[in-house]
């Protein structure tokens, strides 16, 4: 994004618009964190401006400022085929491709409507006529603090805007510990928390509302952890009758896939979930270091996302998918191999 598409964008901001803002498909921290802190900060300019998220997300999100306001597609399809037709500004945030936003596909890429990128995942589609793209950034969130501040309006950074950005950098970066955070992360952060973000609060927010039963179902994926200790590789597996033993709300599993990295000597890690619903194994990927789990997802599993982070599919039943996982590793010997 150069000085030109910041001054189109500022002249395309001084009136009323009616936007659109979207988040991927099951939006985490970052992806709700993001259209929320872009959504105050647009409604300071008298926009009329709706998230329009593709489905629901975990309840620990479900207390940001203004979070209820948000839309979700698969259940309110006709209302928001017609905001999305008549936006005049689409802004397409924490994801790289339109096919990240489910059935949202086809009614946001037939829109005439002005579409703007801010995302970090790597290999951006070339949908949208503003791209801010940038893969060297730890979220989302810090990207739309970064483009409030082109706008010259760090001024307007509320606490709701504030509250809303340091939840995803948050989340995204693992509270502050994964090698995308840097010191302009924290530089961001201070001045987020001097704005009115209450750190504590917020990370109680998050991480401290887990119900008994995701603590159960932690603990069976974690007695289903196996180690490949000579690709120095970890990983989990989770039944559908599983889920449903230990009751499975949305987002329970939300960083289990941790676990297996945090094992001394482990560089690579995955959580492989079954789910009868979209009939599919769900997988998210890990790594530390210089091995891309981006590629390998790309290669291997429908997926995606950066160098040490990836999610991704398979339509394979979960023992074959299993199967196939440990068949590949081979193939990334020098990468992995001890
Ligand atoms: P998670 O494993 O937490 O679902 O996702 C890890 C990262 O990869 C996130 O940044 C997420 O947005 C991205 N990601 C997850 N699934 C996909 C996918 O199917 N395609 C792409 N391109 N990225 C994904
Ligand atoms: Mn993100």
Known sequence: MNKDDINS???????????????????????????????????????????????????????????????KYDNKKEDCDALIYNAELIFTLDFNSLGRIGNMETVVSNSESIKIMIDHHQQPDDYAKYMYSDVSMSSTCEMVFNFIEMLNDVNKINSDIATCLYTGIMTDTGSFRFASTTSATHTIIGQLIQKGANNSEIHNNIYDTNSYARLQLLGRALSNLKVIPEYRTAYITLTQEELNTFDFKKGDTEG????????????FAAIFIESHQDEIIKISLRSKGDFSVNELSRAHFHGG???????????????ETIEKFISILPTYKKDLYF
Not at 256 to 267: E, T
Not at 305 to 319: F, M, R
């Open 9 to 71: 964008i500022k002249t395309l901001l001084s009136s009323p618009k009616a936007i659109v803002i979207i988040p991927h498909k099951n939006p985490d921290g970052d992806a709700i964190g993001s259209t929320l802190g872009l959504y105050h900060y647009l409604k300071q300019y008298n926009h009329n401006v709706t998230i329009i998220a593709p489905n629901d997300y975990p309840h620990f999100l479900k207390w940001m400022p203004e979070e209820h306001s948000i839309l």
């Open 256 to 267: 289990f896939v941790n676990y297996g990295l945090s094992l001394k000597g482990i560089i």
């Open 305 to 319: 996302g950066h160098t040490n982070a990836a999610g991704g599919k398979s339509d394979l039943n979960l023992k």
